[in-house]
């Protein structure tokens, strides 16, 4: 594993959405921290608040709460009833994408974030850098929908919105150097300079291949490969898509 530790790019701006961002992702995984020390709790605000495939294309609030105390009580042999309401997709599509399942989870998406962002942002300007990491998520969240639409599993956390970012940075910024780290052994390893086209693409091949290999498993949970797979392309189209506006910088 290739794990990035910063990039030979500049910044021409100081990346203020970006900070935010990061800001809120923390705030908000710390908010579940405190909810997560009840696990009844936890369950109850990710599913209100994640964003569920089948709740956008059809199921109801009742219907997806009463699967999953169903699967608790073939799983854990008890009865619990869930306080929770699934709000609507318009919804959740927005709050899943400040979530995250778990401390890894939140630090691997903010590591990517912070290095890679603020140079898209530069290129934007703060307005359109806003406007054009919510497209993503939205495009991201829309892909796995379409993988597996009848999923009652939540969906959390802003990799879809930053594999956008990561999108638009390989193809505006292909030379530029990605300094990576490859251990061998626990800290031991070596760094690397790699061109953003090369990292980034083979990230976006690892995503690919993942994903390609869950079509037709009855996946339970895990990496959403698809949200991965339609924020990366999301973000390369509306890159050129806003490129073609011609819009000042914001």
């Known amino acids: 594993m290739l794990i990035p530790l910063r990039d030979e790019n500049p910044r021409v701006i100081i990346p203020k959405v970006t900070y935010a961002i990061v800001a809120l992702n923390v705030v908000v995984f710390l908010l579940q921290m405190g909810v997560g020390s009840d696990p009844k709790s936890d369950l109850e605000f990710t599913l209100s608040y994640g964003l569920i495939p089948a709740a956008a294309t059809g199921a109801t609030s009742e219907e997806i709460v009463g699967s999953r105390e169903e699967d608790i009580y073939k799983q854990y042999g008890k009865r619990v009833k869930l306080d929770a309401t699934v709000h609507s997709p318009l919804i959740t599509i927005f709050t899943s994408m400040f979530m995250h399942g778990g401390f890894m989870h939140i630090l691997w998406n903010m590591v990517f974030i912070w290095i890679f962002a603020d140079n898209i942002e530069g290129l934007f300007g703060h307005t359109r850098f806003l406007i054009f990491y919510l497209i993503c998520g939205i495009g991201a969240a829309i892909a796995q929908i379409i993988s597996d639409p009848s999923s009652f599993i939540p969906m959390v956390g802003a990799s879809g919105a930053i594999a956008g970012v990561l999108g638009a940075y390989m193809v505006s910024f292909p030379k530029a150097k990605v300094i990576a780290f490859l ?68």
């Not at 031991?188 to 953003?196: D, S, V």
């Not at 037709?216 to 797979?229: C, K, R, S």
Request: a positive charge; aromatic letters at 22%.
């Open 183 to 250: 251990p061998f052994f626990f800290w031991w390893g070596m760094t690397m300079r790699i061109p953003a086209l090369f990292y980034l693409g083979f990230w976006f091949l690892i995503q690919l291949t993942n994903g390609l290999g869950t079509i037709g498993l009855d996946t339970t949970g895990g990496v959403a490969w698809f949200a991965h797979i339609g924020g990366f392309i999301t973000g390369i189209g509306a890159l050129y898509f806003m490129k073609a506006l011609n819009i000042r910088r914001i």
